[in-house]
Nanobody, 115 residues
Framework: QVHLQQSGGGSVQPGGSLALACEVTGKTDDIWVMGWYRQAPGNRRKTVARIDNKGATEYEDSVEGRFTISRDDNWNVVYLQMNGLKPEDTAVYYC?????????WGQGTQVTVSS
């Protein structure tokens, strides 16, 4: 059974940094993409960043240049380094992996940016 375990996150002042990690356990079919999404209260879940099986990355416009997505070589862990955090980055963050058979989601991690 595939399981995604998230860690990191928390609270920080504007301009600060936080990091998220998501560990994948269990047998999966070929993973073709790993990503991070976020959902603020009253809003739908939105893509933050993704990295595909060729190493290509894409970012939501508002985080471009501030956030960095990366993964380990074995596709076991995906990371999100968040710098220059702003209050509008406050949300629950979810990791996601897409495989040839299914999508899987982490449990969600709260990130709060406030002074």
């Amino acid at each position: 059974q595939v399981h995604l375990q998230q860690s990191g996150g928390g609270s920080v002042q504007p301009g600060g940094s936080l990091a998220l990690a998501c560990e994948v356990t269990g047998k999966t079919d070929d993973i073709w993409v790993m990503g991070w999404y976020r959902q603020a209260p009253g809003n739908r879940r939105k893509t933050v960043a993704r990295i595909d099986n060729k190493g290509a990355t894409e970012y939501e416009d508002s985080v471009e240049g501030r956030f960095t997505i990366s993964r380990d070589d074995n596709w076991n862990v995906v990371y999100l380094q968040m710098n220059g955090l702003k209050p509008e980055d406050t949300a629950v963050y979810y990791c996601n992996i897409g495989s040839s058979s299914s999508d899987y989601w982490g449990q969600g991690t709260q990130v709060t940016v406030s002074s």
